[in-house]
């Protein structure tokens, strides 16, 4: 079982090919927020979905939808595997 | 590759023009050169812009650039194809040019302000302190206005007297003060996506900025230390430039998008 941690790291690790480590990690930690009212340190798999949702609009802009679903499709494949 | 590109671009320009025995032959390398760099900046933003979906934010301010090199590419081939006395759909010539360049710099403008602030638009934070950061952008909009100022004062005393054609330049001197303006925060943006494949783009876009800056600055200020020749010359270089790394900004947004994410064992190892 993955732990909180490792949760927001996975995604961070993949947002970050784009938006670089820093940026990458303090969205996690925002949009966590934002979604949850919750740090990333409190993730949950279950609570995937909805910082996904709450990360889409920021990606959307940023790299465009096509690319935006490849990342976070990626994300849930890797936290699934 | 994509960051010395230009710099190559410059290189055999100069290069090829010091070759040139005659004046006539420079003039016309001279003009190939500009035209043949406006239409790469058009390519650039043209594959950035199509590399993103309909719809998709950037797509638009892509498209917006695209627009404008585009209209300057049209204000240039009427150019050749008409002289300036003459009337194009009934309406002097001047008044046309006038029309594209407002619309090609409008464009310019708005596609840079989008790019400026998709940062606040995907909700992302930028480096430094507000204060920091508001001090950049007003050092950069300082800049810019000390850079433009006697050439747009210029052109509005030209237009008082009835001159129509001072349009062109006046449109071109408010487009440079707000584009100059957004480069503090296309800079900060780049800062922040350090690390990240997306700080291409807005670096180069940056560099674009700022090439902008200094073909001004030399308009501007070049006559004070250069020949008239030389300024020529300078204005090029930095025309260049600008159109370069614009065109470099576009192929990198699209190296971005097209680029394969990698998988996660590959991220592990990155």
Not at chain 2, 119 to 133: D, K
Not at chain 2, 146 to 172: K, Q, W
Not at chain 2, 236 to 252: K, M, N, P, Q, T
Request: charged share 15%.
């Amino acid at each position: 079982m993955r732990t909180s941690r490792a949760i927001a790291e996975v995604m961070a690790e993949h947002m970050a090919v784009y938006l670089g480590p820093h940026t990458a990690r303090v969205a996690v930690k925002t949009f966590a927020q934002k979604a949850l009212g919750r740090g990333p340190e409190t993730l949950r798999l279950d609570d995937v979905p909805a910082v996904s949702r709450a990360l889409r609009p920021m990606l959307r802009t940023l790299v465009g939808r096509t690319t935006c679903e490849v990342i976070l499709e990626q994300i849930s494949r890797d936290l699934e595997g | 590759m994509l960051a010395v590109a230009p710099l190559v671009w410059v290189g055999v320009f100069l290069l090829v023009g010091s070759a040139l025995a005659s004046e006539g032959a420079r003039a016309i390398a001279l003009r190939a050169e500009v035209e043949s760099i406006k239409a790469l900046g058009f390519v650039g933003c043209v594959l950035a812009a199509s590399a993103f979906e309909r719809g998709d934010y950037l797509r638009r301010a892509w498209g917006l650039h695209a627009l404008c090199f585009g209209l300057l590419l049209l204000r240039d081939a009427l150019f050749l194809l008409f002289v300036s006395d003459a009337k194009l759909f009934g309406l002097p010539y001047a008044a046309v040019q006038a029309a594209l360049v407002l619309v090609a710099n409008g464009g310019a403008v708005i596609g840079t302000f989008m790019i400026a602030r998709a940062w606040q638009v995907a909700g992302i934070e930028l480096p430094f302190s507000r204060l920091m950061r508001g001090g950049l952008i007003g050092g950069a909009a300082a800049l810019s206005l000390a850079i433009t100022a006697s050439a747009t004062l210029a052109d509005l005393e030209r237009l008082s007297g009835g001159d129509v054609g001072a349009l062109v330049g006046l449109a071109s001197d408010l487009g440079d003060i707000l584009s100059m303006t957004l480069l503090a925060p296309v800079l900060l943006t780049a800062l922040a996506l350090r690390g990240g494949r997306l700080t291409w783009p807005w670096a180069l876009l940056t560099a674009s900025l700022f090439a902008w800056l200094l073909y001004d600055a030399n308009a501007a200020f070049g006559h004070l230390t250069l020949s008239a020749s030389g300024q020529r010359l300078t204005g090029e270089i930095w025309r260049a430039l600008a159109c370069g790394y614009a065109f470099a900004a576009g192929v990198a947004q699209r190296w971005v998008l097209t680029e394969p994410h990698p998988k996660a064992p590959a991220l592990r190892a990155a």
